[in-house]
């Protein structure tokens, strides 16, 4: 390869994909040649036409603890013609799964992943959560596991740390409480392990809206929708002021909901919003009474 970038400009290199090479427009100096196009080789304009076309093979799968880049055995024991296999060859065959499988899983990190990505697979399938969360908590199990954070801890709460982490990057509302029901660590833990994430990978965590988390509480507690614009005109309010910055988003969305349904003589009660919200009775007061003091609601 050719370095010219200092004497060719980023706008008059072109890609010819007939020789693979890269040329400078200006001076039409090849500045690199033979490049692989990492590109499917057909193109396709259906969905059937995009399966059957390509020769690149399934895209790469942070999901899959290898990635998703290594051969697997079929269980069908069937061959290509749909013919079922005799007894031998689905002896054989279950000798070259297992086989299959030890190759897979030759390191102690091969089976760790293997074993986060399983429950990751679990857990995010329990929750409902999009395939975009289950990637990305798949990533950030990888990260932990590189920088050896999962050392000296158990898979079950780094998963469910990075599950957390994924949600709230995704800004998909769920709470600890939801995901540690389908973990055997304890809530605690998995908000060390959450915190433990957040210093050592310098994970981005955007701010999240109260309003992101008041219609799942509402919905949740089926609450009228004349209680939900009311709990949204206090939250906006609060924002304006200041009072929710530092403070957990669930915490103010469940408090302004509250208030909501006072206000709507509905009998929903606090104890009903605030383990939905996955926070405390007392946190729920504390921020109820922060709300009702500060934007003077005693009187509405």
């Given at each position: 390869?050719?370095?010219?970038?200092?004497?060719?400009?980023?706008?008059?290199?072109?890609?010819?994909?007939?020789?693979?090479?890269?040329?400078?427009?200006?001076?039409?100096?090849?500045?690199?040649?033979?490049?692989?196009?990492?590109?499917?080789?057909?193109?396709?304009?259906?969905?059937?036409?995009?399966?059957?076309?390509?020769?690149?093979?399934?895209?790469?799968?942070?999901?899959?603890?290898?990635?998703?880049?290594?051969?697997?055995?079929?269980?069908?024991?069937?061959?290509?013609?749909?013919?079922?296999?005799?007894?031998?060859?689905?002896?054989?065959?279950?000798?070259?799964?297992?086989?299959?499988?030890?190759?897979?899983?030759?390191?102690?990190?091969?089976?760790?992943?293997?074993?986060?990505?399983?429950?990751?697979?679990?857990?995010?399938?329990?929750?409902?959560?999009?395939?975009?969360?289950?990637?990305?908590?798949?990533?950030?199990?990888?990260?932990?596991?590189?920088?050896?954070?999962?050392?000296?801890?158990?898979?079950?709460?780094?998963?469910?740390?990075?599950?957390?982490?994924?949600?709230?990057r995704m800004k998909v509302v769920k709470s600890l409480d939801e995901i540690a029901k389908y973990t055997?660590?304890?809530r605690s833990e998995i908000a060390r392990a959450y915190r433990l994430l957040l210093a050592k990978l310098?994970?981005?965590?955007?701010?999240?809206?109260?309003?992101?988390?008041?219609?799942?509480?509402?919905?949740?507690?089926?609450?009228?929708?004349?209680?939900?614009?009311?709990?949204?005109?206090?939250?906006?309010?609060?924002?304006?002021?200041?009072?929710?910055?530092?403070?957990?988003?669930?915490?103010?969305?469940?408090?302004?909901?509250?208030?909501?349904?006072?206000?709507?003589?509905?009998?929903?009660?606090?104890?009903?919003?605030?383990?939905?919200?996955?926070?405390t009775d007392v946190t729920l007061r504390n921020r109820y009474k922060e709300l009702v003091n500060v934007?003077?609601?005693?009187?509405?």
């Amino acid at each position: 390869m050719i370095d010219l970038t200092e004497e060719c400009p980023p706008d008059k290199i072109i890609y010819d994909e007939e020789r693979g090479e890269y040329i400078c427009t200006e001076t039409g100096e090849v500045l690199e040649e033979r490049v692989v196009d990492e590109h499917a080789d057909w193109r396709a304009f259906t969905p059937e036409e995009k399966t059957k076309k390509p020769r690149t093979g399934p895209p790469i799968d942070q999901s899959i603890h290898d990635l998703g880049i290594s051969s697997t055995i079929d269980w069908k024991d069937v061959d290509v013609y749909g013919t079922k296999f005799d007894v031998e060859q689905k002896m054989k065959a279950m000798k070259l799964r297992k086989w299959q499988l030890r190759t897979r899983l030759k390191s102690s990190e091969d089976r760790n992943l293997y074993q986060a990505m399983r429950e990751i697979e679990r857990i995010t399938s329990l929750l409902k959560l999009p395939k975009a969360v289950k990637d990305d908590a798949s990533a950030i199990y990888r990260k932990a596991l590189e920088k050896k954070l999962v050392r000296g801890r158990s898979i079950d709460e780094i998963v469910a740390a990075s599950i957390y982490a994924a949600c709230r990057r995704m800004k998909v509302v769920k709470s600890l409480d939801e995901i540690a029901k389908y973990t055997k660590s304890k809530r605690s833990e998995i908000a060390r392990a959450y915190r433990l994430l957040l210093a050592k990978l310098d994970i981005e965590i955007p701010v999240i809206d109260p309003k992101d988390y008041l219609m799942s509480i509402a919905d949740a507690v089926k609450a009228d929708m004349k209680s939900v614009r009311k709990a949204l005109e206090i939250i906006e309010k609060a924002k304006n002021i200041g009072i929710t910055s530092g403070r957990d988003p669930a915490g103010i969305a469940a408090a302004a909901l509250y208030i909501g349904v006072v206000l709507n003589n509905e009998p929903i009660t606090q104890h009903d919003i605030a383990s939905v919200a996955g926070i405390t009775d007392v946190t729920l007061r504390n921020r109820y009474k922060e709300l009702v003091n500060v934007l003077k609601l005693k009187n509405e």
